[in-house]
């Protein structure tokens, strides 16, 4: 054997021991001192595709996040969102510097004036839901000296109805009609226009995917000019994906007139933990009880006081690295797939309805095994036959993925 032969063979042994190496290290990264756990992340991992029946989108776009963020040591340091993100100073272990550029990108998308707008990463949909009611109460109670009555159709998400509870308010729940949206009439003969009147619009109600016509309702509440009204929209999982569709209109605070809006992170974005925006106008931040919090150096008129710095920080990662083209594209493709889906079922003869502009396909319940493969999210109405189930089709519910659940429910069936 010659030289050559010998260092190539010798570059070939090290090359494999290397490879070996990473290998190793690589599944010595995945494995923990706890089996169960690391068995736990191995099927949560697997199966993450196949939940289609909840708003979450498992197309996570965070990876290379994760990398950098600990290739820079930042796990080893405790960050807090406290206070104003907006706030003339901002706390040295914060992130207020990119949730500001965050929901600056998300305000014309909604909007807002550029010299009339304030916001906040939240903690979900829930908490943006909290500061809506909340904002709204004072705004209003501040006006005018009395508290207001709350109206929430009674399929909206039921934080609204708790939130109604925990704040104390006299609330009125609005019937609606059998595909889930407020009732216009039913609101009229509810109002009380003696007290103020704050309205949560539902964009995308719970199960059935219902969106409040808000130019209705509106219509209904300028009988009554001496009343005044805080409009705020629960578009916890539409918000998330009108904007970037043609029907972007719906959500402009301008031509809709509403005062706040409560958007998920965790849905439509991709986030990996449940997070939210909550955006509104700063004459209405600016109208609040005030609360000035020396050792922040600022005003606090929001309920929350420590807040999540690492959630800003992904979204503002992904506003950079997905961003407005990439979202239009995944937008556009949930409404087509959620035609498509319909299309399929109907071809089968399995009962199913779905709203206009919506993602939600509520359906006759499938038996319980395709239930549990697919975690779809149940409930039951007589107006549709009794036992429902529903399919949120999010980004990673692609047409193979359809095509698969359409083909069990027929087997099934036969």
Known sequence: MNKKSTVFIFVAIAALFLVSACNNCAQDAKNSPFPDLDQWAREIVANRTNQIGYPVNQDNALKEFYKWFVANDLEMVAMNNVGNPFGEESPLMSTHKYEVEALEFFRPLFGFDEDNFWGMMSSGGTDGNNHGIYF?????????????????????????????????????????????RMIPAELEKALDPTRPCLIVYAMGSTFKGAI?????????????????????????????????????????????????????????????????????????????????????????????CSRSALSPLKMWWLIKTVGYDVWHVQAEAMIENTAYLKAELDKIGWPCWVNEYSNTIFMKRPSKEIIKKYYLACSHDDQFGGDLAHIVVMQHVTKEKIDALVADIKASAE
């Open 136 to 180: 709204g109460v004072n705004y209003l109670r501040n006006a005018t000296g009395k508290m207001p009555i709350m109206y929430v159709s009674d399929e909206a998400h039921y934080s609204n109805m708790r939130l109604a509870h925990l704040q104390n308010l006299d609330m009125r729940l609005i019937k609606s009609d059998s595909m889930g």
């Open 212 to 304: 409040d016509d808000q130019k209705a309702l509106n219509e209904i509440l300028d009988k009554y000019p001496q009343m005044p009204v805080y409009r705020h929209v629960d578009a916890a999982l539409f918000g998330g994906y009108l904007p970037f569709t043609q029907y972007r209109y719906m959500v402009d605070s301008k031509e809709l007139r509403y005062n706040s809006i409560a958007i998920s992170g965790h849905k439509f974005f991709g986030m990996d933990e449940p997070t939210g925006l909550f955006l509104t106008t700063l004459d209405v931040y600016d109208h609040q009880s005030d609360f000035d919090i020396p050792y922040l150096n600022q005003e606090m008129n929001m309920i929350s």
